[in-house]
């Protein structure tokens, strides 16, 4: 193929759709790809609070009677001249002259409290400066990461509809590999470079130098989204993967581009499913990973920027 990479971009992001969605809860969203955008429909904190510890006093001098606490998730109170009410950290300030840190309040016997600061200490998160209601959380295609996970709960959102992960098929070829003369290393790649990227690894077996059976083994792939083989490229009598691939009913839609590495590399479709032929090289393998089925693997997962490294 004429055009270097461009190309074959192009015709994976045509052929590739994005699979269905889920809800999950947010707890178990992360890496996920959000399917659609959130916005906080609530300000938080939802009214002005304490961001101390302390007591609300009112009146002069420096000395208050303890009438008790301000509860949180209460309206603010009224302090009465000469006496005093505890503010616990997130608890709205009560209405009152002043207010005193914790370490600035000595407690005595008999409910009094001394307070050893004139000062109005007050220091309040006010509404909506945690959170404004309307701020986007996440944005449809983004992969959510812990703190988007945070402003999630911090909204009192507890689901998320996301995309469903892609089930990939890893298959290996050779008559090597099944007897163990070379090691199964493409298929440990693989396996680890799909995870990386949120996909479900299924693993097929590896198929001997033997066009029925390949056939089939290719064919129990059906039921994955994604199906990724290595091996049995080139041109030799035992190279039989690409004859394989057409017996059981693959279209290609890029064969032997003219890229190197990859230029005995395959793109096309089984049914719906898309399918990768790689040649045996590991190298070649990682590289081509990491151009072509990578970005295949994204798309079908929903991520709208498929150059995003997933979601570190």
């Known amino acids: 193929m004429k055009g270097g990479v461009g190309p074959i971009f192009s015709t994976i992001d045509q052929s590739v759709k994005t699979l269905g969605t889920e809800t999950k809860a947010v707890l178990d969203t992360f890496g996920r790809v959000a399917a659609c955008a959130v916005k906080s429909p609530r300000d938080l904190p939802g009214r002005n609070i304490s961001a101390l510890d302390g007591f609300a006093v009112e009146g002069p001098g420096n000395a208050f009677v303890n009438v ?33 840190k914790r370490e600035h309040v000595l407690e005595e016997d008999g409910g009094i409290i001394r307070t050893t600061s004139e000062e109005d200490e007050r220091k309040e998160w006010g509404r909506g ?68 990227d949120r996909g479900l690894v299924y693993h097929l077996p590896t198929a001997p130098d033997q066009l029925e059976e390949m056939t089939q083994t290719i064919q129990t792939a059906l039921g994955s989204d994604l199906l990724v083989i290595t091996g049995g490229t080139a041109m030799g009598k035992k190279d039989i993967t690409r004859e394989a691939l057409k017996e ?32 045996g090289n590991p190298k070649s393998v990682a590289t081509l990973y990491g151009l072509f089925v990578r970005r295949c693997l994204m798309r079908l997962q929903g991520v709208k920027e498929t150059r995003e490294r997933g979601c570190e």
């Open 68 to 100: 008790g606490i301000q509860e949180m998730g209460k309206p603010p109170v009224t302090v009465k001249k000469g006496e005093a009410i505890f503010v616990p950290t997130g608890a709205p300030l009560p209405r009152a002259g002043r207010f005193v």
């Open 129 to 196: 400066s945690w959170l404004k209601k309307g701020t986007r959380l996440v944005e449809k295609g983004q992969c959510v990461t812990a703190s988007m996970m945070g402003d999630l709960s911090l909204a009192g959102i507890a689901t998320l509809v996301v995309y469903r992960q892609a089930r990939a098929a890893i298959m290996t070829t050779g008559d090597e590999l099944r007897s163990r003369v070379v090691p199964d290393s493409n298929r440990y790649l693989l396996a680890g470079l799909i995870q990386a």
């Open 248 to 279: 059981a009913g693959a279209i290609f839609l890029i064969d032997r581009p003219r890229i190197d590495p990859g230029k005995t590399m395959a793109f096309g479709l089984l049914g719906d499913i898309p399918f990768f032929l790689l040649p």
